[in-house]
């Protein structure tokens, strides 16, 4: 083994600010990087799958969304986690990109709001203890989703409301 690289990082365990469930696609991360600092996720537990947050709904394979929630219990053991940040963005290949909806910007965006609705619904039926926050993320801003408690219907969407980063 050589090094090829010398860094001096903390020794000490650390509580994170949330963990945060995003979608691997380099695009948005800038302004989501950006709303994580603006909402106070300064240490993040950070868990980067294809879809972020469609895989908690309509996984591809059902392990992914066994993985997402032994992930979110690993990082309640070993960094306190408390809260979730959920990301989904536009364009995202995991559904087919936007022209599965047609190139209907607000269909994608209603689509993805319901979403983040039922993958915020499905980590309280498992974790009640987490507190969840949602976004959804396009090419010109990032928007929050207002999480509805239990009550509310799976086929009900959210609208979002934008979050300004300027």
Same mark, same amino acid.
């Given at each position: 083994?050589?090094?090829?690289?010398?860094? &001096? &990082?903390?020794?000490?365990?650390? +509580?994170?600010?949330?963990? +945060? $469930?995003?979608?691997?696609?380099?695009?948005?991360? @800038?302004?989501?990087?950006?709303?994580?600092?603006?909402?106070?996720?300064?240490?993040?537990?950070?868990?980067?799958?294809?879809?972020?947050?469609?895989? *908690?709904?309509? @996984?591809?394979?059902? &392990?992914?969304?066994?993985?997402?929630?032994?992930? *979110?219990?690993?990082?309640?053991?070993?960094?306190?986690?408390?809260?979730?940040? *959920?990301? +989904?963005?536009?364009?995202?290949?995991?559904?087919?990109?936007?022209?599965?909806?047609?190139?209907? *910007?607000?269909?994608?965006?209603?689509?993805?709001?319901?979403?983040?609705?039922?993958?915020?619904?499905? $980590?309280?039926?498992?974790? @009640?203890?987490?507190?969840?926050?949602?976004?959804? $993320?396009?090419?010109?801003?990032?928007?929050?989703?207002?999480?509805?408690?239990?009550?509310?219907?799976?086929?009900?969407? +959210?609208? @979002?409301?934008?979050?300004?980063?300027?």
């Amino acid at each position: 083994m050589r090094k090829v690289l010398h860094f &001096s &990082s903390p020794r000490e365990l650390y +509580v994170c600010d949330a963990v +945060v $469930i995003w979608c691997f696609d380099a695009r948005f991360e @800038p302004g989501f990087r950006k709303l994580l600092k603006r909402i106070g996720v300064l240490q993040a537990d950070s868990i980067r799958i294809a879809g972020g947050a469609k895989s *908690l709904v309509s @996984p591809k394979y059902e &392990s992914n969304r066994l993985f997402l929630i032994d992930q *979110l219990h690993i990082a309640m053991q070993l960094h306190g986690a408390k809260r979730v940040v *959920l990301m +989904v963005h536009s364009d995202c290949g995991a559904y087919g990109g936007l022209a599965a909806f047609g190139g209907d *910007l607000k269909k994608e965006a209603e689509n993805h709001s319901a979403d983040l609705q039922k993958a915020a619904a499905y $980590i309280q039926s498992v974790i @009640p203890e987490l507190s969840l926050e949602a976004y959804y $993320i396009d090419f010109e801003g990032v928007w929050q989703i207002e999480l509805q408690g239990e009550q509310q219907s799976n086929d009900v969407a +959210v609208m @979002p409301t934008r979050v300004k980063l300027a």
